[in-house]
């Protein structure tokens, strides 16, 4: 089996040089063939100089820059995704709340599924909000309730349709391109993979706090959640449509 770990940027500079070592060491260990693609899209804290020096280091970490592009988590996955060279790809946050020791579970289910997910809101799964713990908490309070709602109206099977760490065969997404600004770029993906009566397990995992930065996602509680929320939901109605009155 072989690997490919597209790792999208944006102003990681304070994690990306230990990530990318951990990478290497989790997968020296397994024994697998892989690949370490970095895209970054647009940081402005130094990640692209750090990322262009490691290349001269790591032979099996590419680098690409989205610099001058609009921001799109999307985007930056489908040209890792285009770049890469090897029959499994795995995509994770490059601010190590994704441990990488959790690698370690895709391998044992490799021939077993199609698609391995690692949910936030399975019952071993653990989440650890330490720094501005009530901020934290209202957005993950809010982000079970949106993930409650996909579930009840999409697939009971799946608990977490704004993962973001997956392991998928790429021969899967060959003529398939992620859509929409962020997360719920997930739920489209969760769609067509059940369209394509693709083999879908979720696994748990411990998502840890990020030491350093500004998270992406809810960097407060602020105007911005909420158009981020409503496109989730959009995203959401668009494929309960779909899914009814289409498929």
């Not at 692209?48 to 985007?75: I, P, Q, T, Y």
Request: glycine fraction near 4%.
């Amino acid at each position: 089996m072989s690997y490919s770990v597209i790792l999208p940027t944006l102003n990681e500079a304070g994690h990306i040089v230990k990530l990318i070592e951990k990478i290497n060491a989790v997968f020296f260990e397994l024994h697998e063939k892989f690949e370490i693609i970095v895209v970054d899209d647009n940081s402005t804290d130094g990640t692209d100089r750090l990322c262009n020096e490691m290349v001269k280091v790591h032979k099996n970490l590419k680098f690409f820059s989205r610099k001058g592009l609009k921001k799109n988590l999307a985007n930056s996955i489908n040209l890792g995704i285009e770049e890469s060279i090897y029959e499994n790809i795995i995509w994770m946050d490059a601010d190590f709340q994704h441990p990488p020791d959790f690698f370690k579970q895709f391998y044992k289910h490799k021939n077993k599924y199609d698609v391995l997910i690692f949910s936030r809101f399975l019952k071993d799964s653990i989440r650890y909000f330490e720094k501005e713990k009530f901020k934290k908490e209202l957005n993950e309070n809010q982000s079970v309730f949106f993930n409650k709602l996909c579930n009840a109206l999409l697939y009971k099977d799946i608990t977490d349709y704004t993962s973001g760490f997956i392991c998928i065969k790429k021969k899967y997404l060959e003529n398939y391109q992620l859509k929409g600004y962020y997360g719920e770029y997930f739920i489209d993906l969760i769609i067509y993979c059940k369209s394509k009566k693709l083999s879908i397990i979720e696994l748990p995992f411990i998502e840890r706090e990020r030491d350093s930065g500004i998270s992406k996602t809810f960097p407060s509680i602020s105007f911005r959640y909420l158009i981020l929320l409503y496109k989730y939901f959009f995203c959401l109605i668009k494929n309960i449509i779909i899914k009814v009155f289409i498929r």
